[in-house]
């Protein structure tokens, strides 16, 4: 294995000190021509690459943002990861992005691994519904801004939207449609999205007089498609089949959806589909899928700002107050729903 190159080597090849060698890296206005073109000509042969996290350590400003999220195979959060390296890159930052894949014991890791690094800061979709990771990370002292959860309990800041409001969308359209037998395949429990978008579906049953009966909760280990498929094998093998079904999520909705053409299902004639976030695929599906439209692109930037608002409170900047940032959700009708009742 060949040797890394350091300032060493360079300043020896040159003929320089190591101080000099670093003063051609950092302030070359401060070293005279002849000797700043020998230590560059060094560098050029021997193939140097300065440590830049060194660099930052020894500075004590890292120019690296954590973000991890719950599943990169989502397509919700590879577009809160773009809003949040747009809002980074900006600030000249980078973003490391890492996916505990729903995980608590992965979330635990990864957040090792940033405090190790020595993060500027990290954004957070927590997978630990206990708290305790966040806990163990908050003795490092690195700030932190949780994206898509609100921050119940704790000072941090905090971007999501109102999954309350999004469940009710979701219901209040199915109910307005004729509908008045459902299923929510709701996805992990221990999630708090999951919990409030019961919460707002149970709610527009109430304003339409009907009982929380009226939603059949079909529970998944996963968010994802293939545990839509097998909340839709459970749902054919219903004898009151529900009429419709809203999906905590559009990996889930879509894997239903695969679920009910493989069986010979109509959608939405036999059963209307809602899913939630709005995906792109939600439009490019076989039968487009109506959903609850969350603005992941603008939550995982406003996530950015705020963290970056805070890592430079104390350099001259103004002082930084702890925020909720809570956003509205919209529902996007497609032919999924439209089933005449």
């Known amino acids: 294995m060949a040797q890394s190159v350091g300032i060493k080597d360079v300043a020896r090849v040159a003929g320089v000190s190591v101080g000099t060698v670093s003063n051609v890296i950092n302030r070359p206005e401060t070293v005279a021509v002849e000797t700043r073109a020998r230590v560059l000509s060094a560098i050029d042969r021997l193939g140097y690459v300065r440590s830049e996290s060194a660099r930052q350590l020894r500075a004590g400003r890292s120019r690296i943002m954590g973000l991890l999220v719950l599943d990169m195979g989502n397509p919700f959060f590879v577009d809160v990861a773009r809003g949040a390296e747009r809002a980074a890159r900006a600030a000249g930052l980078g973003v490391m992005v890492c996916n505990s894949d729903q995980n608590a014991s992965e979330e635990a890791e990864y957040l090792s691994l940033f405090a190790e690094q020595r993060v ?55 109910v307005d449609a004729g509908h008045r037998s459902l299923a929510y395949v709701s996805g992990p429990p221990g999630l708090n999205q999951v919990r409030d978008r019961r919460t707002g579906a149970l709610n527009a049953l109430a304003e ?21 498929r097998d909340a839709g094998a459970r749902l054919l093998g219903l004898a009151d089949r529900p009429t419709a079904v809203f999906c905590a999520n559009d990996l889930l909705a879509l894997g239903v959806l695969q ?15 809602v899913g939630y976030d709005d995906i792109e695929f939600a ?53 999924s729903s439209l089933s005449a009742r």
């Open 283 to 335: 439009a490019a599906a076989a039968v487009p899928l109506t959903s609850v439209r969350q603005p992941a692109v603008t939550m995982g930037a406003l996530a950015a700002e705020l963290l970056l608002e805070e890592t430079e409170a104390g350099t001259g900047a103004a002082p930084h107050e702890h925020r909720r940032v809570v956003l509205r959700p919209e529902l996007v009708v497609r032919r």
């Open 208 to 228: 339409a007089g009907l009982g929380p009966e009226r939603l059949r909760e079909l529970p998944t280990d996963r968010l994802d498609v293939a545990a839509g």
């Open 120 to 174: 500027r800061g990290v954004l957070l979709t927590p997978a630990d519904a206990t708290g305790r990771t966040i806990e163990a990370f908050r003795r490092h002292g690195i700030p932190f801004v949780l994206v898509d959860r609100v921050a119940e309990g704790t000072t941090e800041c905090s971007v999501s939207v109102d999954d309350v409001a999004g469940g009710a969308l979701a219901v209040r359209h199915l």
């Open 259 to 273: 679920a009910m053409y493989a069986a010979g299902v109509g959608v939405p004639d036999d059963l209307a589909i």
